[in-house]
């Protein structure tokens, strides 16, 4: 398998820099129902993860050189904190760290209480309906992180951790799959190289507000967006 590491160039500086960065946040913990969350995802303890890493403000549009590579700052659930707008990077460890990256995303909105717009959809299994919009770009170099010539993600790519911290159990129900319509949904036949794609996801919640942690292909540490 292969091992991937995260880049994060964000639109703000994110250790101290934003009222959101400095927010105290509770430790998740998790429910004995909860089939696919593992203490894996949380803790301070980040094993051989690699170094490379950079924070850089991305409305930094001159001709400067980008910042040296730098670790992230990671949260007490070891997720790195980050703002709607903020981009995220992936890369593997063992290719070059320089654009164009495998993938690069930035979540675009995020919507409590959505209203579904699918022709069979449902009502919240849990209480209300969470969209996530985001910009995926992908590089010609996919495969180095992906396990075919595509990505697909879905709604198990993400968590809802609520203000008490507690993970959230089966937010990727059959009524958050139907609630978006056909030309919102992922496209089926997944994102490939030197692709642009903007796409929603839907989440079943009972939370109103709390944490949105995206965490895809396997990474132990994702980007933690507050809502």
Known sequence: MK?????????????????????????ATYSDEADNVGDDNVGDDKGDWPSEWATTPSDDVGETEPAAPAEPEYNARGHIETNVGDEGIVF????????????????TAIEPNYQCTGEWSEPSENGQFLAVSMTLVTGPDLQDISFGDS????????????????????????????CLSDSESFPTSGVGPSLTANVKFVLDTKAASGYLVFEPLGLQHGWEYAF
């Open 3 to 27: 091992r991937i590491a995260t880049l994060l160039l964000a639109g703000l500086v994110l250790a101290g820099c934003s009222s959101e960065s400095d927010r105290a946040l509770p430790e």
């Open 92 to 107: 593997a460890t063992d290719a070059p760290t320089e654009p164009p990256y495998p993938l690069t995303f930035t979540v």
């Open 151 to 178: 990505l697909d993600f879905s709604g198990s790519d993400f968590q809802i951790i609520g203000t008490d911290g507690v993970v959230e159990n089966n937010i990727d129900t059959l009524a958050a799959y139907s």
